[in-house]
């Protein structure tokens, strides 16, 4: 309809508030005294799940606006996909949007333009809270006149087409009620359910859309049948919701698909009479009663009692059979602790077969063996790779635990090819014999998602981590340590794309599964501390990064060591947050303590040590040591350009600080050929609309200046003010 800003309102009350300045063109008396009517009926609404409308008015320019309660939130489908909401978990939250709709119903007010975005999703004390914004605002900006009927995809005058009900699309339906918004929320809950909308405007053109919907014949495909249509994106809505395909597909069949079916009967008589009603339904179906939106019959509520009343159905049944059964479970039982005994005895003759290949690979630290040699961890590496490939060949099981383990130390060691091909070995010979589904495919999806991440391959490592989590959820259940593991890397991965309110959240998360699931003093713990804090930094929240790094190095410190490598990422990191808020000199002492740390852990050729030390290159740039930054920047960028991918854009981040430090030396040639290529690297990998992005031209903007260009500057100053 316009654009919104965050305003700050200084009286009769000091607030911020959500400012709406309408698009130009609309007759502003006519529109004002219309939503002046209209301001009234909504202020006598006051229900927590409303965003309030706060005052309305019109510009110097006489451009009309509207104040209205500030709500930070996400919209109510991307809040349960970014959570991974079940589905018990969606309908819950869409019975409290049910519960503020039934409250303007009751006040005699009408939305006309529910939507995912008209819906956001905040969270107050811990709980999330659907708040309905927009309340009035399509009534107020409807048709200027009756013979004058506008349809648009944004939502602008009666509501955006694709969630609209057939009586708002019909261009003589004047007689519009509240089951217009009952229609509305039946496609949302819909799209909450099985991730895309019953039917596409754009798939068959507005008008033709607009046509079959005002006719009754649209025919949208229940929500069952809906998944069955979605043979590519299929699997990813069902991770989305906690779930696989097939009991996805289960849930939805039956009683959701007569709940949503009746919300968006074409027909408003046969559809709920009220959002309550809508509600209630849903409430019946999480509590295993009948519906109403079904037709009864003796089956169905036979079977509704059993799910009610499992435990004394089952204990009936079991009373019954309790002879009978006895002697079998007592043979299932022998045959089971055999089995177990058998399956212990493997585990015991594994654990002896790996601890005598590893002691033997090992031996070479003797000196009897190793004649005088000192062999590197990485010589012992390539020695045992060599071996396990022989000598473990008809024992699958035994050699790809090995291989796993030195897969992930190569990985560890910044050795990422070595890594990739022994991972990858693992994979095909572990879904080949265990099966793809099962936790140890996880565990090297999880090691390969984790290299694929560290090389700035992001979209592959959501490829990997995400179906990590499916394996080890479907296998473990929700509440798990290599679940919180997985949800962990996923989260470091959501920050790595620069989507920080997702990595937020996921880290939320994960740091409240850690203390169900973790000792106290488990390094993953800290590791998760530090990567919220990361998050906060990125959002220039300053104080919270400082205090939750500083609690993380803490325990790092009590816990590792104070020479252990997750110590030096953390001071690290300390020392990043001071450099992002001007304190350079106390940025260095932490760079300098963490720099040796990592070196000796991880080795000079590792992307960790080269972080830190295009840290230090930064910090000495910033206080005037050319010399210093010019050494340092080189240093790290040869380390990342040998061991990242090309297109990895932590090469990017190097790049940009040298084409700085040549600015500020005025070699202005050099600086433009750097950050040329800087940003190309970041506009590739991360997108032409990222922050980093935002940098890199800001940046090349100073510098064009700097050399008299500064038509040129101003072009890219334009589009870094529009990233920013």
Not at 81 to 86: E, F, I, P
Not at 430 to 452: C, I, K
Not at 468 to 475: N, P, V, Y
């Amino acid at each position: 309809m316009g654009v919104v800003y965050e305003a700050e309102e200084t009286a009769p009350v000091r607030r911020r508030v959500a400012l709406k300045l309408v698009r130009e063109g609309l007759d502003t008396r006519e529109v004002l005294a219309r939503f002046d009517a209209e301001r009234r009926a909504l202020a006598v609404m006051n229900h927590p799940g409303i965003a309030k409308v706060l005052h309305a008015g019109s510009t110097e320019t006489g451009q009309p606006y509207f104040a209205m309660e500030l709500v930070h939130g996400l919209p109510i489908t991307t809040y349960c996909d970014s959570r991974r909401l079940t589905l018990r978990e969606r309908l819950r939250l869409f019975i409290a949007t049910c519960e503020a709709v039934q409250h303007a119903h009751q006040k005699g007010v009408i939305h006309r333009d529910i939507k995912p975005s008209n819906v956001l999703v905040t969270d107050e004390d811990g709980h999330a809270q659907p708040k309905v914004i927009d309340f009035g605002i399509a009534k107020a900006l409807g048709p200027l006149s009756p013979d004058l009927t506008m349809f648009t995809m944004s939502g602008m005058a009666i509501g955006t087409v694709a969630y609209m009900s057939p009586e708002q699309a019909d261009p003589a339906g004047i007689d519009v009620d509240t089951r217009a918004d009952l229609y509305s929320m039946g496609v949302l809950l819909y799209e909450l359910l099985v991730g895309h909308l019953p039917l596409d405007p754009s798939a068959v053109g507005l008008y033709a859309f607009l046509a079959h919907l005002v006719s009754g014949n649209a025919n949208p495909p229940s929500p069952s049948l809906g998944m069955v249509t979605l043979e590519r994106e299929r699997e990813l809505i069902a991770q989305l919701r906690g779930t696989n395909v097939r009991h996805l597909r289960r849930d939805l069949r039956g009683d959701l698909d007569w709940i949503v079916m009746k919300a968006m009967h074409p027909d408003r008589t046969h559809r709920y009479e009220t959002a309550n009603a809508f509600a209630a339904d849903i409430r019946r179906h999480l509590a295993d009663e009948p519906i109403m939106a079904r037709p009864p019959s003796t089956r169905y509520r036979v079977g509704k009692f059993v799910k009610r009343h499992r435990f004394g159905v089952l204990a009936s049944t079991a009373i019954a059979v309790t002879v009978v059964t006895s002697a079998i479970v007592a043979t299932v039982g022998l045959v089971r602790a055999t089995k177990a005994e058998q399956r212990a005895a493997q585990e015991a003759l594994a654990a002896r077969e790996v601890t005598s290949f590893l002691v033997d690979l090992f031996r070479v630290s003797d000196p009897g063996e190793a004649r005088g040699n000192t062999l590197t961890a990485r010589e012992i590496l390539e020695r045992g790779t060599r071996r396990v490939s022989t000598e473990l060949a008809g024992q699958p099981e035994l050699q790809t635990r090995i291989m796993q383990t030195m897969g992930t130390v190569h990985l560890a060691l910044g050795q990422f090819e070595p890594a990739r091909t022994l991972l990858n070995e693992v994979l095909q010979v572990r879904e080949r014999e265990v099966g793809p589904d099962d936790p140890l495919v996880g565990e090297t999806l999880e090691a390969l998602g984790t290299l694929a991440s560290s090389r700035g391959e992001h979209d592959e490592a959501d490829r990997y981590f995400q179906r990590a989590l499916s394996i080890r959820q479907a296998a473990f259940g929700p509440e798990q340590v290599d679940v919180a593991t997985t949800l962990s890397s996923i989260a470091a991965l959501r920050w790595r794309q620069g989507r920080a309110a997702e990595a937020e959240s996921l880290y939320r998360r994960v740091l409240v599964l850690d203390a169900k699931v973790r000792r106290p003093d488990d390094t993953r713990i800290a590791r998760d501390m530090r990567g919220l804090a990361a998050v906060y930094l990125s959002q220039k929240r300053y104080v919270e990064a400082e205090s939750v790094w500083k609690a993380t190095l803490a325990l790092q410190e009590r816990t590792l060591g104070s020479d252990h490598p997750d110590v030096g990422s953390t001071l690290n990191n300390l020392g990043g947050l001071y450099w992002m808020t001007g304190r350079f000199a106390d940025a260095l002492p932490y760079y300098r303590r963490a720099r040796p740390i990592l070196e000796e852990a991880l080795g000079p050729q590792h992307p960790s040590t080269a972080s830190v030390i295009n840290n230090m290159a930064e910090v000495h740039w910033k206080l005037r040591q050319y010399r210093e930054a010019d050494s340092l920047f080189r240093q790290a960028l040869i380390v990342k350009e040998r061991v990242l991918a090309a297109e990895n854009p932590s090469i990017a981040i190097t790049l940009n600080g040298l084409a700085g430090l040549r600015c500020d030396e005025g070699r202005y040639a050099e600086s433009e050929q750097l950050y040329k290529r800087a940003l190309r690297l970041r506009e590739k990998a991360l997108g032409t609309q990222h922050t980093d992005v935002g940098e890199t031209l800001r940046d090349y903007a100073v510098m064009l200046k700097r050399a008299g260009r500064a038509g040129e500057a101003a072009l890219l100053e334009t589009r870094a003010s529009a990233i920013r």
